[in-house]
């Protein structure tokens, strides 16, 4: 963990709470970018992301006790994602659970699931594994998935690789099971 | 017209089409009581959907446009600041819903 986080994490062990919040900014300085990415992998959309990083932070100023004996990056981000910011995910689309056909526990696991080995790994981690398994795909798998990662929509993606909508979404399907296989053999290699 | 009973490979490729869109409500939405069970009984979907995360997040959280960090957290401090005028825990999920199933019942109940 580098200097400027540490420092900013005994500030917040404060237990006056104005000085807790003169911390706070440092705090969000070091970890902003981190925790905002990992909050798109969940929600994709950069104004929801922010509104639950607000609360988040304001619930870590609020009790941050949990953060007491964080000493790394990826343990500050398993602690808060599990303390703090799944709550939060969890209450995202609370409001419009009602009209949903979805259960409430099936709405929980899809927009704040439980952590696996895969959830915790860090980008660059996460960037050299999915570069791995990519590189050990069909050709024409790792291009559907490319071109979707380009942008393209189903239809264009059919135009690319002259087939059907239809068979993009399956061929996306099983090549996404088969990436699901090779992380998890590549997370147990490691 | 919107297909209204997919099947789990469409599911997962409108889910992740959501997610790369930032369009998850949209989505939920969509789906239909028959949709909603099958997602709910597949061992597959729910593998696929963690890979999704993946690649959302591998490709598409370094493209997102995130704020300027001194004005969020200016919104961060205000948000301590409402707090600290509140003076109370933050707010705790409440469970509303079950007193609006009672209202409705007591609706439905016709006079003895």
Known sequence: ??????????????????????????FVRATF???????????????ECEDVLEDVYADIWES????????NEKMLLKTVYLYYMRKRLREVYRRINRYLYLSQNDLKNLIAPE???????????????????????????????ELWMDGMSNRAVANELRTTIGAVKMLKFRTILKL??????????? | MPDTNREIQELLVDYAGALRDGSIPAFLKSLTRQEGRRIASSRE???????VRYLNSA?????????NVGLFISRVDAKIAS??????????????????????????????
């Open chain 1, 64 to 71: 941050p006790e949990r953060l007491r004996n964080v000493t």
């Open chain 1, 33 to 47: 970018e981190l925790f905002i990415r990992y909050l798109y992998r969940y929600l994709g959309n950069e104004t």
């Open chain 2, 59 to 67: 490709g598409f959280a370094d493209k997102a446009v995130t704020p």
């Open chain 2, 45 to 51: 979907f729910w593998d696929s959907a963690e890979v």
């Open chain 1, 115 to 145: 952590l696996g080995i895969l959830e915790m790994m860090s980008g660059v981690e996460l960037h050299d594994a999915l570069h791995k398994t990519l590189g050990r795909l069909k050709a024409r798998e790792r291009r559907a998935i």
């Open chain 2, 83 to 112: 707090r600290l005028k509140k003076g109370r825990p933050p707010s705790r999920v409440k469970h509303g819903t079950r007193a609006k199933s009672v209202t409705k019942t007591q609706k439905t109940e016709k006079p003895v």
């Open chain 1, 180 to 190: 699901k296989k090779m992380l998890s053999d590549y997370c147990c290699e490691d």
């Open chain 1, 1 to 26: 963990m580098n200097r400027r986080l540490r420092k900013a994490l005994e500030g917040l062990m404060d237990q006056d709470i104005e000085r807790r919040r003169r911390a706070m900014e440092p």
